[in-house]
């Protein structure tokens, strides 16, 4: 062939890429043109050529800020780099450009394959290039069935027939990212899931494909994407609108039985506010005690329970950083905005990768992400608190700025009661949220936020009780190439508490305790394919505890300034995980965390007599460590694995192994956790606490995913766990070794959980059976509690039945209702006295042996919402309520006091009586 018919080939090929787009041919216009066009009338200029082109295809182009190429052809490689542009010379004065596709004049080297078997028996090895591209002219009717869209560029040198497409999918309405939305391949049975980031990527093969997306609550959508070469396509879908007496719209429907990680628990704020709770406040972890394997050890307890854990075995994290405590005033309230937290996603299984330095579970708490585009609100009022959340777009499409502000006004309420020692009270929290989001492009956004909360209550004249978390976090999420995403973050979190004490004497005083850490992470997700998809990072944590100071308060006070040495630790990981599909029905995720923890310097460390009890007697080294010195390294390898088989698509069997460790411990005497605990790091004396689970379950779902079925049992040992000695000091101790031991414990059970989750009656029952145990054994009495044997834990309470329901009368009215049976929690009675030296002592049973009456409450709720008219400012809702309804005297504690001879054992209860409340909530 000669070189005049391969233009001809050429044109033809133009010809046809043209069919299926508006074209024309026009010289660049001087005037209003884009920095794009003119790069390309600048070289028109320079090099008297003319550019033929769709005017449409350089809409939104970005053109490099300079272009330094030595000739005409290596500066056009330059301009069109980074865009879906081709370009042709069809002769010395005339460039044509193309959408995607190449134009060539020659054919390769080995097109035609020639097989000669008389000359060889080998076959020839021969480069394999890309099949041409073939697209239908575009017509009217389908440009009106959905959207065309180009992804990457044809190149030359291309070798493969398939290529990766990947991209984010987001709300348009909220900018948010969509998780767990289908993304499909019509005609084959290619389909993926997009992850928490809304991510998604798949292997397609070159050329058109129809791409549809899938997911309740939001509006089906389909795409003809031309695929050239690798490239993304970030996807903005709208929300789909139903009516309320029709359907009630449920994401993830199937996610419980496909998810491949078992003990996984989501948790929405917005669809907790059916649920009554105390004072009508919507309450995302007061919620999560109601499914299976969560509770509380009582009303007004803070801190939670999982799977028979201690308090201190729980992560919580909002927004990536650690939040220490997540409660007010004692547990009745949850520390946060429910107006700024979208939800909470609960760990109590198989445990991620990239989370560590807890044994229990993971709280991960999500704030929201602001409308970039319109600005809303939300409000509330109730008996005791109000809130109000904000979302304001900074730059439209870009910005976003979320501002939360919750307080209590129980204050008022207490000084305006008769009763003297009350009026006299005091009881107030408040918290504050701003959390900034930034879309740089497509490719890249930042994320900020800054949290605040404080509790200060008085229940007696002469002591003010306070404490407070304070946050600051960043994140940068950036694109490392079609299959990658990593993301950069850094928090800082603090904690302390503190007491004021002042009464008519000279002993006033103000004690203090604060708990700081700071982590920096780097985290990848990478899909290296359909099959495996990887996660990997590593991260560094700094700790910082002050275990105590007190000073005097005023003038006349005689108490003398005392500060415990503050403590430093450095904890360290590195971890990769794997989700392996190995087929449709069998599913693998598996990972491995290494980490290692330093106990640093400055301190005094204290060495013991091996083979007595640890006392200032058997103490025989006092050794001073300079500041940032490694007093203690420890090293943690940990193991999870988990794996799903569908045995049916409704149906599926999960199995999980999780193993951890834990630097940091808490400490408390009380039989129920206190804001007032102080925490702990382990050093040569203290050792890190360890320990594995092991779990296995069946999920169902029935009548087209209305009802969900699980039965889930686990078994986890972990070493190491701290406790106190009888009669134990920990507040203000310098050698805290000496009043506490650390032993060996076990917890087991069985979680049932059915829901039925939309029609005009749902909701969840759920039962737990579990126990928790402990065990101290030591050849020494004074360092052994219950003669070495296993005894109940202080929270391990065997039944815990848990019924939450809704009963929708209309659209706008519905009844909802809880009830909540728990076995009462241990404790230790009193079993007699004895006279010595005319005084009379108390003899106690083991501990824990006995237990508190069992717990039971009923809470009702009346809920109405406002109209549902599409043109007003503002939607409400409100909520009447009555919590504990029976007014049953459930006991928090059992204390025993002396009277007229007799040891007497008395009741304390959080709330004796039923607690009516009435909150009104609107968003705008």
């Given at each position: 062939m000669n070189t005049q018919l391969w233009k001809l080939c050429g044109l033809f090929l133009l010809v046809s890429f043209f069919n299926f787009s508006p074209s024309y041919s026009q010289e660049i216009e001087q005037s209003n043109t884009s920095k794009?066009?003119?790069?390309?009338l600048a070289l028109e200029n320079k090099y008297g050529v003319t550019f033929y082109y769709t005017e449409d295809w350089l809409n939104n182009l970005t053109a490099p800020k300079t272009v330094n190429a030595g000739n005409l052809n290596e500066q056009l490689q330059q301009l069109l780099k980074d865009t879906s542009l081709n370009f042709y010379f069809y002769d010395d004065k005339t460039v044509i450009l193309t959408n995607g596709v190449a134009i060539y004049n020659e054919l390769p080297d080995g097109f035609f394959i020639r097989s000669d078997s008389t000359t060889s028996t080998k076959p020839t090895t021969i480069k394999r290039y890309s099949n041409?591209?073939?697209?239908?002219?575009?017509?009217?009717?389908?440009?009106?069935?959905?959207?065309?869209?180009?992804?990457?560029?044809?190149?030359k040198n291309a070798s493969s027939n398939t290529a990766q497409l990947s991209g984010t999918v987001y709300n348009q309405n909220t900018n948010e990212p969509?998780?767990?939305?289908?993304v499909s391949v019509k005609g084959s049975n290619k389909k993926i899931t997009t992850d928490q980031n809304g991510n998604y990527s798949l292997e397609l093969p070159l050329g058109k494909n129809i791409i549809t997306t899938r997911s309740l609550g939001i509006e089906n959508a389909t795409f003809e994407v031309l695929l050239f070469s690798t490239g993304t396509f970030n996807i903005l879908l709208n929300e789909k609108v139903e009516r309320l007496d029709e359907v009630t719209v449920e994401a993830n429907i199937k996610k419980n039985v496909e998810e491949v990680s078992p003990g996984t628990t989501r948790v929405e704020s917005e669809k907790s506010k059916n649920i009554p709770l105390v004072f009508g406040e919507r309450d995302i972890f007061q919620v999560a005690t109601t499914l299976p394997g969560i509770s509380k050890a009582g009303e007004g307890a803070a801190g939670y329970n999982v799977r028979g854990g201690k308090t201190d075995q729980n992560l919580f994290l909002i927004d990536n950083a650690v939040l220490y405590n997540p409660s007010h005033f004692f547990g009745l309230f949850q520390a946060l905005n429910p107006y700024t937290t979208k939800g909470v996603d609960i760990y109590k299984g198989n445990i991620p990768a990239q989370?560590?330095?807890?044994?229990?579970?993971v709280f991960d708490i999500k704030s929201i992400t602001g409308n970039t585009q319109n600005f809303q609100g939300e409000a509330s009022i109730g008996p005791v608190t109000g809130n109000i959340a904000l979302q304001i777009p900074i730059k439209k499409e870009k910005s976003s700025l979320v501002v939360g502000a919750r307080g209590t006004y129980s204050d008022w309420i207490l000084r305006s009661l008769d009763d003297p020692q009350l009026n006299g009270s005091s009881a107030n929290f408040f918290d504050v949220i701003a959390k900034y989001d930034h879309n740089f492009n497509e490719n890249s956004n930042l994320s900020t936020s800054a949290y605040y909360s404080r509790d200060a209550f008085n229940i007696t004249a002469d002591s003010l009780f306070s404490y407070q978390n304070r946050i600051f976090n960043a994140k940068w999420n950036h694109k490392l190439g079609e299959k990658a995403r990593g993301s950069l973050s850094a928090y800082n979190s603090d904690y302390r508490f503190e007491i004021d004490f002042e009464e008519d004497s000279n002993t006033d005083f103000i004690l203090d305790y604060n708990v700081?850490?700071?982590?920096?992470?780097?985290?990848?997700n990478h899909i290296i394919s359909p099959k495996h998809k990887l996660q990997y990072g590593l991260s560094t944590k700094l700790y910082q505890v002050k275990p105590g100071t007190i000073a005097p308060q005023g003038s006349e006070s005689q108490v003398e300034t005392r500060a415990i040495p503050k403590e430093q630790g450095l904890e360290s990981a590195l971890y990769i995980g794997d989700l392996y599909k190995l087929n449709d029905k069998l599913e693998i995720d598996a990972s491995a965390r290494f980490s290692i923890f330093n106990s640093l310097g400055p301190a005094t460390v204290r060495?013991?007599?091996?083979?007595?009890?640890?006392?200032?007697?058997?103490?025989?080294?006092?050794?001073e460590v300079g500041n940032n010195e490694i007093i203690e390294t420890y090293v943690g390898p940990e193991f999870r694995i988990s794996g799903r088989y569908l045995v049916t698509p409704t149906l599926s069997i999960k199995a999980g192994f999780n193993s951890g460790y834990q630097y940091i411990h808490s400490l408390s005497n009380n039989t129920t956790a206190s804001p007032l605990d102080t925490w702990k790091l382990s050093d040569n004396n203290i050792k890190p606490q360890n320990g594995y689970q092991v779990s296995l379950g069946l999920f169902k779902n029935l009548k087209e995913n209305q009802f969900e079925i699980s039965l889930e049992g686990y078994y986890k040992r972990f070493d190491n766990a701290l406790d106190f000695k009888t009669g134990a000091d920990l507040l203000l101790n310098e050698t805290i070794e000496t009043e506490v031991l650390q032993g060996k414990g076990k917890a087991y059970g069985i979680e049932f959980l059915v829901k039925k989750n939309w029609g005009r009656l749902n909701g969840w029952l759920s039962y737990t059976y579990s126990r928790s145990l402990l065990q101290f054994q030591s050849t020494f009495p004074e360092e052994e509690i219950n003669n070495g044997d296993f005894f109940p834990a202080n929270f391990d309470k065997p039944h815990d039945i848990s019924l939450v329901t809704n009963f929708k009368i209309s659209q706008r009215f519905s009844f909802s209702g809880n009830f909540v049976y728990q076995t009462g929690r241990p404790i230790t009675y009193p079993i007699g006295t004895y006279q010595f030296n005319n005084s009379e002592f108390v003899i106690y049973s083991e501990r824990n042996e006995f237990r508190i009456p069992d717990f039971y409450r009923l809470d009702l709720s009346f809920n109405m919402e406002g109209n549902h008219k599409l043109n007003k400012p503002g939607h409400s809702f409100w909520t009447f309520s009555v919590y504990n309804v029976l007014g049953r005297n459930n006991p928090y504690s059992i204390f025993f006091v002396t009277?007229?001879?007799?040891?007497?054992?008395?009741?304390?209860?959080?709330?004796?009586i039923p607690i009516p409340s009435i909150t009104y909530n609107i968003k705008f």
């Amino acid at each position: 062939m000669n070189t005049q018919l391969w233009k001809l080939c050429g044109l033809f090929l133009l010809v046809s890429f043209f069919n299926f787009s508006p074209s024309y041919s026009q010289e660049i216009e001087q005037s209003n043109t884009s920095k794009f066009k003119d790069q390309l009338l600048a070289l028109e200029n320079k090099y008297g050529v003319t550019f033929y082109y769709t005017e449409d295809w350089l809409n939104n182009l970005t053109a490099p800020k300079t272009v330094n190429a030595g000739n005409l052809n290596e500066q056009l490689q330059q301009l069109l780099k980074d865009t879906s542009l081709n370009f042709y010379f069809y002769d010395d004065k005339t460039v044509i450009l193309t959408n995607g596709v190449a134009i060539y004049n020659e054919l390769p080297d080995g097109f035609f394959i020639r097989s000669d078997s008389t000359t060889s028996t080998k076959p020839t090895t021969i480069k394999r290039y890309s099949n041409p591209i073939f697209v239908e002219e575009y017509r009217e009717q389908t440009k009106s069935q959905f959207k065309r869209v180009t992804v990457g560029k044809t190149s030359k040198n291309a070798s493969s027939n398939t290529a990766q497409l990947s991209g984010t999918v987001y709300n348009q309405n909220t900018n948010e990212p969509i998780p767990n939305l289908v993304v499909s391949v019509k005609g084959s049975n290619k389909k993926i899931t997009t992850d928490q980031n809304g991510n998604y990527s798949l292997e397609l093969p070159l050329g058109k494909n129809i791409i549809t997306t899938r997911s309740l609550g939001i509006e089906n959508a389909t795409f003809e994407v031309l695929l050239f070469s690798t490239g993304t396509f970030n996807i903005l879908l709208n929300e789909k609108v139903e009516r309320l007496d029709e359907v009630t719209v449920e994401a993830n429907i199937k996610k419980n039985v496909e998810e491949v990680s078992p003990g996984t628990t989501r948790v929405e704020s917005e669809k907790s506010k059916n649920i009554p709770l105390v004072f009508g406040e919507r309450d995302i972890f007061q919620v999560a005690t109601t499914l299976p394997g969560i509770s509380k050890a009582g009303e007004g307890a803070a801190g939670y329970n999982v799977r028979g854990g201690k308090t201190d075995q729980n992560l919580f994290l909002i927004d990536n950083a650690v939040l220490y405590n997540p409660s007010h005033f004692f547990g009745l309230f949850q520390a946060l905005n429910p107006y700024t937290t979208k939800g909470v996603d609960i760990y109590k299984g198989n445990i991620p990768a990239q989370y560590g330095g807890r044994l229990s579970s993971v709280f991960d708490i999500k704030s929201i992400t602001g409308n970039t585009q319109n600005f809303q609100g939300e409000a509330s009022i109730g008996p005791v608190t109000g809130n109000i959340a904000l979302q304001i777009p900074i730059k439209k499409e870009k910005s976003s700025l979320v501002v939360g502000a919750r307080g209590t006004y129980s204050d008022w309420i207490l000084r305006s009661l008769d009763d003297p020692q009350l009026n006299g009270s005091s009881a107030n929290f408040f918290d504050v949220i701003a959390k900034y989001d930034h879309n740089f492009n497509e490719n890249s956004n930042l994320s900020t936020s800054a949290y605040y909360s404080r509790d200060a209550f008085n229940i007696t004249a002469d002591s003010l009780f306070s404490y407070q978390n304070r946050i600051f976090n960043a994140k940068w999420n950036h694109k490392l190439g079609e299959k990658a995403r990593g993301s950069l973050s850094a928090y800082n979190s603090d904690y302390r508490f503190e007491i004021d004490f002042e009464e008519d004497s000279n002993t006033d005083f103000i004690l203090d305790y604060n708990v700081n850490e700071t982590e920096l992470k780097y985290h990848i997700n990478h899909i290296i394919s359909p099959k495996h998809k990887l996660q990997y990072g590593l991260s560094t944590k700094l700790y910082q505890v002050k275990p105590g100071t007190i000073a005097p308060q005023g003038s006349e006070s005689q108490v003398e300034t005392r500060a415990i040495p503050k403590e430093q630790g450095l904890e360290s990981a590195l971890y990769i995980g794997d989700l392996y599909k190995l087929n449709d029905k069998l599913e693998i995720d598996a990972s491995a965390r290494f980490s290692i923890f330093n106990s640093l310097g400055p301190a005094t460390v204290r060495e013991y007599l091996e083979g007595v009890p640890r006392s200032d007697e058997s103490r025989i080294v006092n050794e001073e460590v300079g500041n940032n010195e490694i007093i203690e390294t420890y090293v943690g390898p940990e193991f999870r694995i988990s794996g799903r088989y569908l045995v049916t698509p409704t149906l599926s069997i999960k199995a999980g192994f999780n193993s951890g460790y834990q630097y940091i411990h808490s400490l408390s005497n009380n039989t129920t956790a206190s804001p007032l605990d102080t925490w702990k790091l382990s050093d040569n004396n203290i050792k890190p606490q360890n320990g594995y689970q092991v779990s296995l379950g069946l999920f169902k779902n029935l009548k087209e995913n209305q009802f969900e079925i699980s039965l889930e049992g686990y078994y986890k040992r972990f070493d190491n766990a701290l406790d106190f000695k009888t009669g134990a000091d920990l507040l203000l101790n310098e050698t805290i070794e000496t009043e506490v031991l650390q032993g060996k414990g076990k917890a087991y059970g069985i979680e049932f959980l059915v829901k039925k989750n939309w029609g005009r009656l749902n909701g969840w029952l759920s039962y737990t059976y579990s126990r928790s145990l402990l065990q101290f054994q030591s050849t020494f009495p004074e360092e052994e509690i219950n003669n070495g044997d296993f005894f109940p834990a202080n929270f391990d309470k065997p039944h815990d039945i848990s019924l939450v329901t809704n009963f929708k009368i209309s659209q706008r009215f519905s009844f909802s209702g809880n009830f909540v049976y728990q076995t009462g929690r241990p404790i230790t009675y009193p079993i007699g006295t004895y006279q010595f030296n005319n005084s009379e002592f108390v003899i106690y049973s083991e501990r824990n042996e006995f237990r508190i009456p069992d717990f039971y409450r009923l809470d009702l709720s009346f809920n109405m919402e406002g109209n549902h008219k599409l043109n007003k400012p503002g939607h409400s809702f409100w909520t009447f309520s009555v919590y504990n309804v029976l007014g049953r005297n459930n006991p928090y504690s059992i204390f025993f006091v002396t009277d007229e001879g007799r040891v007497k054992a008395l009741q304390s209860s959080i709330f004796a009586i039923p607690i009516p409340s009435i909150t009104y909530n609107i968003k705008f």
